[in-house]
C-alpha cells in the first residue's frame, strides 16, 4: 500500500461538473429525517460524536447497556460500547417476532430460473436460523469457531449467517465466485471448521458447480472438520467422504428453539476477506455491537426505509454490501429485504426491471458496473417497464461518472428518484459519505460525510489541502461500525492508523472537496497517475471516455514515459453498432483531450472486447498493466470469468 503514498502534491481536476438536481418536496416531507434533523444532527455528531452514537444505540435492544461509549485507551484498536451485553441478531430477528412485525415478510427470495421465487417472514426465518443454529451446536460449534460459507444468494445462505451469530460463532462468506484456490486461502487463515456450501449455482443461465471447488480446496484444509452441503441445482455430487452431510438432514431433526447467546459489544461477528484490485486477502474483522449500530442508523437514515417499503440491494452476499445493506441492515431496521440469486441479464437484460415491477420494489441499490453494462443495451428495456414504485435509488462500489448517474436518474429513477452515491468500504463496514434522500445531488459526488464522520483530504504528511484540489482522504475519528483488526494480522491492521501522521485512517482513495463540501472519489491512490508533474485521477480521464457517445466502457493506465514521467493509455470497449476504426480512435483523441485538456496525455487508445474486474466489477487496472508492462500480474484469484 505505502509504494502508492508516493504523491506529495494535491491532484489536478480535470472535469467539472455543474448540474445539480433537487428531490422532489414529496421526497423530502416524507423523509425518515427531515432538513432540519439532518442539520442538527451534523451539529451534534461534530461536537459529541459519542453522545450522537449513544443515542442511536438507544433504539436497539441490549442486554446490558455500556459502562462506557468509546475506549480510545489502546487506539487505533478502539473499543465501541465497552461493558455491555447484545446480539446482532436479537436486534435482526427476536425483536421483531415480540412486534406487529412477526408475520411480517422479512426476505423475499427471487432466484435465476424465472417463477422460482419465495418468502420468509420474520417468524419463519427466526425459527429456520434456531434450527440452523441447533445444527451447529449438535456438530460441537461454539462461541468464537469460524464457518465458512460459500454460497451465491441463497435463503439458506442468510440462515447460515445468522445462525452463526445468533451462537457467536464467526461467519466467513466466500464469494462464490471465486475459485478452489482463492476459497482455500480464507479458510485456512481463518481455520474454519465448518464450511457451509451448494452442490451447484445458478448464474447467468449456466450452472457453476461449487461443490468440485469445494472437494478441491478442502485436500489443504486441514481444519475442516464437515461440510454442510445445500441441494440447489440437483446436480450428481459425490458425497461419499464422510465429512460431507446434506443441509436437508442436518435441518430436519434440529430443534427450532435456540437461546441467543449473550454476547459481549466486542465479539466478533465476521470476517470479510478483502483484497480488492490488489495483492493478498486482508480478513476484515467485524464485532456485534458498534456493527449494529452504525449499520442501522446509516441505512434507516439514508434509505429512508419505511414500514412498509420493499427494499432491493442487488449486491451479492459474499461483498460487505450484501452484509451490511442485503442482510444484517435491512434486518435491524425491520424492512422486507429482496435477495436475487442471479445475474441481471439473466434472460435478458431487463432483469431486473423486471423484478422491480414484479415486486414493487420502492428501493433500489446497485453499482457502477452493473449500469454501465445495462446502459449498453440501450434506454428501451428499462422504459419498457413501469418501475413507478420506485422511490430512492442507490450506487456503490466505484466512482460513478456522471453520464451513468443520469441515465439511471432518468430512465430508472424517471426524474423522480434521489441517487445515493454511498461512499464506504469494507473495513468502514457502514456509509461514510453519502447523500440523504433530502440532499442536493451533483452527477458524480458522494456529497457529504455522514453526521460524526470526521473526514479530510491531506497531503502525505497530513497537512489538509485547499478545497477544489485532490488529496488522500483520511477519517479522523473512529466510528462504531469501523472494523476492529485483521484477522490474524494486528501489524497490517495498525498500519492503515500508520500510514499519515496524525493517527488518521487512511482510506487508499483519492478524492477533493468542492466549494459546497461536496466530496469527489478520484479512485484508489494506486490509480493516480503523474503525467508530466500533474497527478491526475485515472477516474477523471475514464470518465472523459465515458462521456462519448461510443464507448461502454473504459480503464485507464499509466505507463512510464522517458520525457513525461507517466502518459496514459486507455483499453475501451465500444457499444454495440461501433467499429474500431482509425478515425473512431482520432476522433476518440480530440473528444477528450478537449474534454481533458492538455495536461492529461493520452499515449494509446486500445479497442478491446472486455476489460478484467473482480468479481465485484472493480477495474483491475493491476492486470492492464502489468500486461501491458510484461510484470506479473500477482494475485488472480479475484478475478472475475
Ligand atoms: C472502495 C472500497 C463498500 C461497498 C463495496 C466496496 C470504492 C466504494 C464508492 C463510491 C466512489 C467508491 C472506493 C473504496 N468505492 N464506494 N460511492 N464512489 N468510490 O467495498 O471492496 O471494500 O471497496 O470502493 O475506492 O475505497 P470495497
Redesign the pocket.
Known amino acids: 500500500m505505502e509504494e502508492s503514498f508516493r504523491f506529495k502534491e494535491p491532484t489536478e481536476t480535470l472535469l467539472s461538473e455543474e448540474r445539480v438536481f433537487r428531490p422532489l418536496p414529496e421526497i423530502v416531507v416524507e423523509a425518515n429525517i427531515s432538513p432540519k434533523d439532518y442539520k442538527k444532527a451534523l451539529e451534534k455528531g461534530q461536537r459529541d460524536l459519542e453522545g450522537f452514537w449513544e443515542e442511536a444505540a438507544e433504539k436497539l435492544e441490549w442486554f446490558k447497556k455500556w459502562d462506557r461509549v468509546l475506549d480510545e485507551s489502546h487506539a487505533p484498536f478502539y473499543r465501541w460500547f465497552v461493558g455491555a451485553k447484545c446480539n446482532i441478531v436479537y436486534n435482526a430477528l427476536d425483536r421483531h417476532i415480540k412486534s406487529f412485525r412477526k408475520n411480517k415478510v422479512a426476505i423475499i427470495w427471487q432466484g435465476e430460473p424465472l417463477g422460482e421465487k419465495k418468502k420468509l417472514t420474520y417468524y419463519e426465518l427466526y425459527r429456520r436460523v434456531n434450527q440452523f443454529a441447533s445444527v451447529l451446536k449438535s456438530l460441537g460449534l461454539k462461541k468464537g469457531d469460524r464457518v465458512a460459507i460459500y454460497m451465491p444468494n441463497l435463503l439458506q445462505t442468510a440462515i447460515a449467517m445468522l445462525g452463526c451469530a445468533k451462537i457467536g460463532v464467526i461467519h466467513t462468506v466466500i464469494h462464490s465466485g471465486f475459485s478452489a484456490i482463492a476459497l482455500k486461502k480464507r479458510v485456512n487463515d481463518a481455520k474454519a471448521r465448518v464450511i457451509v456450501t451448494s452442490d451447484g449455482a445458478y448464474w447467468n443461465g449456466k450452472i457453476i458447480n461449487l461443490k468440485k471447488a469445494v472437494d478441491e480446496a478442502i485436500i489443504e484444509c486441514p481444519s475442516v472438520e464437515h461440510v454442510i452441503v445445500v441441494k440447489r441445482t440437483g446436480e450428481p455430487i459425490d458425497m461419499s467422504d464422510g465429512r460431507y452431510l446434506w443441509w436437508d438432514d442436518l435441518m430436519e431433526g434440529a430443534s427450532e428453539e435456540c437461546e441467543t447467546e449473550i454476547l459481549d459489544a466486542e465479539h466478533p461477528l465476521y470476517i470479510l476477506y ?1 483484497s ?1 484490485t490488489t495483492g493478498e486477502p486482508k480478513g ?1 474483522l467485524h464485532v456485534h455491537g458498534g456493527y449494529m449500530v452504525g449499520v442501522y442508523r446509516t441505512l434507516k437514515w439514508v434509505f429512508d426505509l419505511k414500514e412498509t417499503d420493499i427494499y432491493w440491494c442487488a ?1 451479492d452476499i459474499g ?3 450484501g452484509h ?2 442485503l442482510l444484517y441492515g435491512p434486518l435491524l431496521c425491520g424492512a422486507t429485504t429482496l435477495m436475487y440469486e442471479g445475474h441481471p441479464l439473466c434472460p435478458k437484460a431487463d432483469r431486473l426491471w423486471q423484478i422491480v415491477d414484479k415486486f414493487g420494489v420502492n428501493i433500489l441499490y446497485t ?2 458496473t452493473t449500469i454501465r453494462m445495462l446502459m449498453r443495451f440501450g434506454a428501451e428495456l428499462p422504459r419498457r417497464h413501469h418501475l413507478k414504485t420506485l422511490r430512492l435509488l442507490g ?6 461518472n456522471p453520464e451513468a448517474w443520469l441515465w439511471y436518474y432518468e430512465n430508472v429513477g424517471r426524474e423522480r428518484c434521489p441517487i445515493m ?8 463496514g457502514m ?1 461514510m ?2 447523500p440523504f434522500p433530502i440532499s442536493l445531488l451533483k452527477p458524480g459526488s ?1 456529497a457529504k460525510p455522514f453526521p460524526a464522520i470526521h473526514v479530510e483530504i491531506v497531503d502525505r504528511e497530513g497537512n489538509p489541502i485547499p478545497q477544489g484540489k485532490g488529496g488522500f ?1 483520511v477519517i479522523k475519528r473512529p466510528w462504531p461500525a469501523m472494523f476492529r483488526t485483521l484477522w490474524g494480522d494486528p501489524d497490517g491492521y495498525k498500519k492503515y492508523w500508520e500510514i499519515i501522521p496524525g493517527n488518521v485512517y487512511t ?3 483519492v478524492a477533493r472537496k468542492d466549494e459546497d463540501g461536496y466530496f469527489w ?1 478520484q ?2 491512490a494506486d490509480d493516480i497517475m503523474k503525467i508530466a508533474g500533474h497527478c491526475i485521477g485515472t ?1 477523471d480521464v475514464e470518465n472523459a471516455f465515458f462521456s462519448h457517445p461510443a464507448v461502454a466502457e473504459a480503464a485507464c493506465i499509466s505507463i512510464p514515459d522517458s520525457i513525461k514521467g507517466e502518459v496514459a493509455k486507455v483499453f475501451v470497449v465500444l457499444k454495440k453498432g461501433y467499429k474500431p476504426t482509425d478515425e473512431l480512435d482520432r476522433e476518440l483523441r480530440q473528444y477528450v483531450q478537449k474534454e481533458l485538456g492538455p495536461i492529461a496525455i493520452i499515449k494509446s487508445i486500445e479497442f478491446v472486447k472486455n476489460i478484467p474486474k ?1 468479481s ?1 466489477g ?1 477495474i483491475m487496472r493491476r492486470v492492464l498493466k502489468s500486461k501491458e508492462l510484461g510484470l506479473d500480474p500477482g494475485d488472480l484469484t479475484t478475478l472475475a470469468d
Open positions: 478483502t480488492g476484515v449486491a461483498w460487505v454490501t451490511s445493506c453499482a457502477p450506487t456503490v462500489g466505484e466512482p460513478i452515491d454511498t461512499w464506504w468500504q469494507t473495513e468502514t456509509f459519505i453519502t458522494v482522504l482510506t487508499g482513495d472519489i479512485g484508489r477516474a473482480t465485484s472493480k
